[in-house]
Nanobody, 122 residues
């Protein structure tokens, strides 16, 4: 079993920055891809960014150039640096882990954290 715990959410003003962290524990050797998803009220969950074991990265178009995903396998952690935050970035952010090296959707992620709230005020 794998446990994922997010931290770092909070309330910031438009244009500000936040860094989300995801700590993984348990049978983490089975995980290949780590992703950050978000879900805003009344909207579907969407992929924000993902990173594979060999450090290939993917980003949603809406965050490209503003967000950076990274992972530290030695620390069993994944991070999401969020800069130039906008009101539309407000959502609950979830860390997720997949055994698939190329997960094609959230159904391919086997492990999920409980989420951390990010609120951007104007």
């Amino acid at each position: 079993q794998v446990r994922l715990v997010e931290s770092g959410g909070g309330l910031v003003q438009t244009g500000g920055s936040l860094r989300l962290s995801c700590a993984a524990s348990g049978s983490i050797s089975v995980i290949n891809t780590m992703g950050w998803y978000r879900q805003a009220p009344g909207k579907e969950r969407e992929l924000v960014a993902a990173i594979t074991n060999d450090l290939r990265r993917a980003y949603a178009e809406s965050v490209r150039g503003r967000f950076t995903i990274s992972r530290d396998n030695a620390e069993n952690a994944v991070y999401l640096q969020m800069n130039s935050l906008k009101a539309e970035d407000t959502a609950v952010y979830f860390c997720a882990g997949s055994t698939d090296p190329e997960p094609e959707g959230d159904w391919a992620y086997d492990y999920w954290g409980q989420g951390t709230q990010v609120t951007i005020s104007s």
